[in-house]
């Protein structure tokens, strides 16, 4: 039987969250395509592993020699996948929690199976208090570990930060109102309300959205409060960064090189060392073995590091106060198996250690953690500091959620977001920002126009290079009618001081840029054997350049 074989490396994303080669990616559409023009080449495509060549080799050829009929094939750390369509059940009577307040809850603990979404009444915030409406909560490590049953002592409820809008102010609270955008340190937030101390509420900026901002609060303020308060960070130093791809990881790093320190970082796979490289972090090691130790201390010629941001557990600990240099700084984020500071004094190198937990810190000293809260938020202003990369999930998909925490894939940090008639409600859209629809004057842009509008936009930019037709017009009637601010630009997205001139009339007339929706296209169907490059050229051009 004649094949043909179509061989790329990490192109397809086969493990859920991984990173894709995107320029590879393109060979499997064009694989189905010539797998439906030319049936009789029986088209294979196949997507290998990078992390291990010698592998990657050994599998392809198995599979050039296999007389199996699979035409889509992928390998992952030694395991085999192959492509098939599943039943997707749907429940008789699906929940919906839009029309009811809700709270997640553990029903029993020792099992992410007894999460349950339970009504609550919109609370009243008493003295010193808001009542925040959560469009965004982050979730934590300790969440997992409450409900699992495996916190070291009382864990209280589920969620310790939110973004939202304030819709309830108590008394004393001056300095926030009624309808602000805020983000928050606040416990159980995982659910529609969230009280919370007013210390720790800080305004959203103007260009940023709740998910977004739901990465910020623990995460940085735990790497700055760390870092930083405790430690006094200066240039020049060197810090140790356990879990560097986690939430509080990838806060550290960044508030490490805005300190002028040099990064060492360590991860738990090669997907998570490859995205701190993507970063600029010079040195990185695995951190499901202890030869990190030894390795730090070749690149430092037995110097070591000046401080240690540790979130491991067993023995990475003792390796850890290994490489810390006499006098340096032990900062311990972790909850398991956890050194006293008699242990740590025992060494006799006079090292500085801390034992951390944020939320006993808010609650002891709310001004504090609140002024640090607010010194990030006005650093991402600014664009010193960026939000983390998240993965986003449905509150009634807690579940799920929790599962892909405790399988620690993921990069940054999980958001869990609203819903609504069973539907993951967008909390990106947001009223003053400005919208960008590329192909803006088409159906399609108009579409997604139409759509932006009901989701809260009110600043939309519709590109295109004719004039609308009166069709057009008359759709881009209707959203002004509805209150949407309309505006159009006639500009070729291929070409790029096309859309320089846009951007420049957007940051000098509109509000910021806070999406880009990318529908241009040009349409010239044909089959493989008419293509030429012309053609590819033609359609490629507002798609790749214009993207």
Known sequence: MTRLWLVTTRSQAVIEGER????QAALWGLGRVIGREYPAL???????????AQS??????????????????????????????????????PQK???????????????????????????????GQVVIRVQAAGLNFRDGLNTLGMYPG????????????????GADVSNLSVGDSVVAMAPDSLGTYAIANAALVARIPSHLGFAEAATLPITFATAEYALNHLAQLKAGDRVLIHAAAGGVGLAAIQVSMCAGATVFATAGSPAKRDFLRSLDVQYIYDSRTLDFADQILADTNGSGVDVVLNSLSGAAIARSLDVLASHGRFLEIGKRDIWTPQQVAALGREIDY????????????????GGILQGIVDAVAAGALTPLPMRTFALSDATEAFRYMAQARHIGKIVLLPTQNGVTKSTAI??????????????IGLTVAAWLAEQGARHILLVGRHAPSPDAAQSIDALRNAGANVVIEQADVAKFNDIAAVITRIDREM???RGVFHAAGVLDDGVLAQQTWQRFKRVLAPKVAGA
Not at 354 to 369: C, D, K, R
């Open 20 to 23: 894709v080669n995107a320029t």
């Open 42 to 52: 029986h088209c294979v495509s196949i997507d290998l592993d990078a992390t291990d």
């Open 56 to 93: 990657a080799s050994e599998q392809l050829a198995a599979e050039l020699h296999s007389s199996n009929t699979e035409d889509q094939v992928a390998y992952r750390g030694g395991e085999r996948y192959v492509a098939r369509l599943t039943p997707h059940k749907i429940a008789a009577h």
């Open 97 to 127: 929690v839009e029309d009811t307040a809700v709270r997640l809850e553990i029903a029993k603990r020792g099992s992410l199976d007894q999460l349950l979404l339970q009504p609550v009444q919109q609370p009243q915030p008493g003295p």
């Open 154 to 169: 009382d864990a209280g409820g589920l969620g310790q930060e939110c973004a939202g809008s304030i819709i309830a102010v």
């Open 354 to 369: 801390h034992i951390i937990y944020l939320g006993g810190v808010a609650t002891s000293e709310p001004h504090l953690v």
């Open 430 to 443: 947001q009223a003053n920002g400005t919208y960008l629809v590329t192909g803006g004057l088409g159906g």
């Open 511 to 513: 509000p910021a840029l």
